[in-house]
C-alpha cells in the first residue's frame, strides 16, 4: 500500500518512501506488541540503510532546546515520524507520552536513556523511581508501551550532537511533564504540555 502524508510542507528526503513503505507494513498487525516489534525492524534497517538520508533541517540543533521536526505523517494508519535533533547536553525533562505507544532509534550520536516506574498517584501528584539507565549508540532502538511510558532522553556528549527518529502511533499533541517536589524526594507534580514542532 502506497501512504501518503497528510501535510505538504512536511520535509521529502531520500528514502522517504522505502521508510513508509516498511513502516506502513509493520502497522497492519493486530496486536499492540507485534507492531511495535515491526516497526522497531523497520526503523533499525532504515537507521542502516544508505538510501534513506534525513533531510540537512534535521542536523541543524536549535540553542536552548532540543528540536522536534516532524517528517511525515500517515493519513490512512495515523502514525507521525519525528526527528530529533539534541545539541551536546540537551535533553527532556521526566515526561509521558500521552498513552501512545512510541519507537525511538539512534540515528547519530548517543543517547541516554532513563526509565522510570509509577509507584503511586494522588491526583495531580505521583511518585516515580527511576530505572537503571542504558546508553543508545547509532543504530540502538527501543519502544515505550503503555503503561510503561514514563523517561527522560538526554544527549550523552557534552560536545557532539545527536539525531534521533521517533515513530509515535499518532501526532503527539501533548504529554506530562514531572516536576520535582521540593523536599519530597520521588514525588512529581504533574503538568500538562504542549508539544511543538519545530521548522
Same mark, same amino acid.
Not at 545527536?162 to 499518532?170: D, E, K, L, N
Given at each position: 500500500?502506497i501512504?501518503?502524508?497528510? =501535510? #505538504?510542507?512536511l ?5 522517504r518512501q522505502?521508510?513508509?513503505d #516498511? ?5 497492519g498487525a493486530? =496486536?499492540t506488541?507485534t507492531?511495535?516489534?515491526g516497526?522497531?525492524?523497520?526503523l533499525?534497517a532504515a ?5 534513506i538520508?534525513?533531510?540537512? @533541517?534535521?542536523h541543524a540543533?536549535i540553542?536552548g532546546h &532540543? ?5 511525515y505523517r500517515?493519513? *490512512? &494508519?495515523?502514525?507521525?515520524i519525528?526527528?530529533? +535533533?539534541?545539541?551536546p !547536553?540537551q535533553?527532556?525533562?521526566?515526561? /509521558?507520552? /500521552?498513552?501512545?505507544? @512510541?519507537?525511538? !532509534?539512534v540515528?547519530?550520536g548517543?543517547?541516554r536513556?532513563t526509565?522510570?516506574r509509577?509507584?503511586?498517584?494522588r !491526583? =495531580?501528584? @505521583? ?8 546508553? !543508545?549508540?547509532?543504530?540502538? +532502538? ?5 503503561? /510503561?511510558?514514563y *523517561?527522560?532522553?538526554?544527549n550523552?556528549?557534552?560536545?557532539? +550532537?545527536a539525531?534521533s527518529? *521517533?515513530?509515535?502511533q499518532?501526532p503527539? #499533541?501533548?504529554c506530562?511533564?514531572?516536576v ?7 514525588? &512529581? ?11
Amino acid at each position: 500500500m502506497i501512504s501518503d502524508a497528510t =501535510d #505538504a510542507r512536511l520535509p521529502d528526503f531520500a528514502g522517504r518512501q522505502r521508510l513508509v513503505d #516498511a513502516l506502513d507494513a509493520a502497522i497492519g498487525a493486530t =496486536d499492540t506488541a507485534t507492531v511495535v516489534a515491526g516497526v522497531e525492524r523497520a526503523l533499525l534497517a532504515a537507521i542502516a540503510d544508505p538510501l534513506i538520508v534525513l533531510p540537512d @533541517c534535521v542536523h541543524a540543533p536549535i540553542t536552548g532546546h &532540543y528540536a522536534r521536526r516532524e517528517l511525515y505523517r500517515s493519513a *490512512h &494508519y495515523g502514525y507521525s515520524i519525528i526527528a530529533m +535533533t539534541w545539541g551536546p !547536553g540537551q535533553g527532556t525533562p521526566l515526561h /509521558d507520552h /500521552d498513552g501512545l505507544w @512510541c519507537v525511538e !532509534g539512534v540515528w547519530q550520536g548517543a543517547l541516554r536513556f532513563t526509565p522510570h516506574r509509577l509507584l503511586e498517584s494522588r !491526583g =495531580d501528584r @505521583c511518585r516515580l523511581e527511576p530505572l537503571p539507565a542504558r546508553a !543508545g549508540e547509532r543504530g540502538s +532502538t527501543g519502544n515505550l508501551i503503555p503503561p /510503561d511510558e514514563y *523517561h527522560v532522553l538526554r544527549n550523552a556528549s557534552d560536545e557532539e +550532537t545527536a539525531i534521533s527518529v *521517533h515513530v509515535y502511533q499518532r501526532p503527539l #499533541a501533548h504529554c506530562t511533564v514531572f516536576v520535582p517536589e521540593a523536599g519530597r524526594e520521588g514525588w &512529581y507534580r504533574r503538568e500538562s504540555r504542549l508539544m511543538q514542532t519545530d521548522a
